[in-house]
Every structure is written in structure tokens, then in C-alpha cells.
């Protein structure tokens, strides 16, 4: 089993419709967690971290349920601009230092006119 | 604009030359990563450094061979690559080894070996 999994899509949706990622891993020590974006050929960069509480940025949701190792994005109002492939990563952090970050493969999202 | 800077962007290199990528971190953090993206792969974790001192090797084979001199430079020692190894190769930093600390990648350097 990856330690952590994703669909990798596409998801193909049209402008202004509400999409959601779900990402589930397999670590149950894992400590944070993450939403990354990555822009094709680019770098990935951070989205937003993923509390158990839930957090909202904007049209960004992000939820975490422990219990069941399963992490979601929830996209609002979908823009052009948000196609991208969306990387969920897990974090158990390194024993003298530094963090060990396991990303997923990655969902791809394109939203069309 | 990056805090993290890797050079070269692109290299191509035979099977029997050497050559190094480099990274530099201008964001004053302790720990730095390198990461391998391959196609239709997840990126993979390859070395972690705090305060300069290698705390993660991920099994990597010894034709990787990463130095760090200090906590702002971390260099990638490439040789006698294979073909497979053709990747994107991804530095990053954070501010430390605490969990939620946000990491911090480079542009990559595109790697083609033939």
C-alpha cells in the first residue's frame, strides 16, 4: 500500500464549480499534514496545512480526520487559474532534525471556460 | 521569487562524467532536503540536513553523493549515473526539524542522462 494515495484524475470541471480532492495514508504516526500545488514543470509550493479542526483559506478548505488517515480539499468557485495537480503530503519529521515530508502522486485539476 | 535557488537549471551528462548540482537557501533555515521527481512518480524524499549534519538518508545509491557545508548550501554529487536517474532533482529548506514547519522548494534542476 503507498503510504499515501490519491486519485490522480484529471478532473476535468468548468469555472465557478466546487471540486474536491481526497487523499487518504497508511502512517498513523505521521504528525502534519499538507496540501501542496504544483504548476506543470514547475516547482510545488504550499497551499495550505490541514488541521484537525479544519481550516479555510478562501475558496480552500482543508479537513482532517485522524481516525480514518484521510485528508480533503475542497475548491470553491473554481478559477482558470486553479489548474494545477494537487499534491497531499504527510509529515512524521526526522529523529535529529529536519522534516520527512511523503508526498502523493498528485490529482490533476483542469478548469475549463 | 524562490528563497531557494538551484543551479544549473537543465544538465545533461553522460553515464561516466561527473557533475554537481547546487542549492542555496537565502531564508536563514537550518534543515535542507533533496528530492527527486520522476515521471509519473511522487516526489521522493532523498537527504535530510539540520544545522548542516545529515539526518535522513533514504536508501539513496552512492552515485548521489550530497555535502553540505554549511546550513544556506547544499551541493548533489552526480557520477557514473544511469539513464533512469533522468529526473527532476528538487532542493528545499525549512526553518528547522519541527513538524509543521513549512518547506520550501527550489525550481529544480532537470537532469537528462544518456
Known amino acids: 500500500r503507498k503510504e499515501v494515495e490519491q486519485d490522480p484524475g484529471p478532473f476535468n470541471v468548468p469555472e465557478g464549480a466546487t471540486v474536491a480532492f481526497n487523499c487518504t495514508y497508511s502512517?498513523?504516526?505521521?504528525?502534519?499534514f499538507f496540501w501542496y500545488r504544483q504548476d506543470c514543470r514547475k516547482e510545488p509550493k504550499l497551499l495550505m496545512s490541514?488541521?484537525?479542526s479544519g481550516n479555510e483559506d478562501g475558496r480552500f478548505t482543508a479537513q482532517l480526520n485522524r481516525a480514518s488517515q484521510y485528508i480533503s480539499l475542497l475548491i470553491r468557485d473554481s478559477k482558470l487559474s486553479d489548474s494545477a495537480t494537487y499534491l497531499c503530503v504527510v509529515n512524521k519529521g526526522v529523529t535529529g532534525g529536519g522534516n520527512k515530508l511523503t508526498f502523493g502522486t498528485g490529482t490533476q485539476l483542469k478548469v475549463e471556460l | 521569487e524562490t528563497g531557494v535557488t538551484q543551479t544549473p537549471r537543465h544538465l545533461v551528462m553522460g553515464m561516466t562524467n561527473k557533475k554537481s548540482l547546487k542549492c542555496e537557501q537565502h531564508l536563514g533555515h537550518n534543515a535542507m532536503y533533496w528530492y527527486k521527481q520522476s515521471a509519473k512518480k511522487p516526489l521522493e524524499l532523498m537527504f535530510v540536513y539540520n544545522f548542516k549534519e545529515q539526518t535522513e538518508n533514504n536508501s539513496v545509491p552512492s552515485r548521489f553523493s550530497p555535502e553540505c557545508p554549511n546550513s544556506s548550501h547544499l551541493f548533489l554529487h552526480l557520477h557514473t549515473l544511469q539513464p533512469e536517474d533522468s529526473a527532476l532533482y528538487l532542493c528545499a529548506s525549512s526553518q528547522g526539524g519541527g513538524n509543521g514547519n513549512t518547506i520550501y522548494f527550489g525550481e529544480g534542476s532537470w537532469l537528462t542522462v544518456v
Open positions: 502512517n498513523s504516526a505521521s504528525q502534519s
Open positions: 490541514v488541521y484537525s
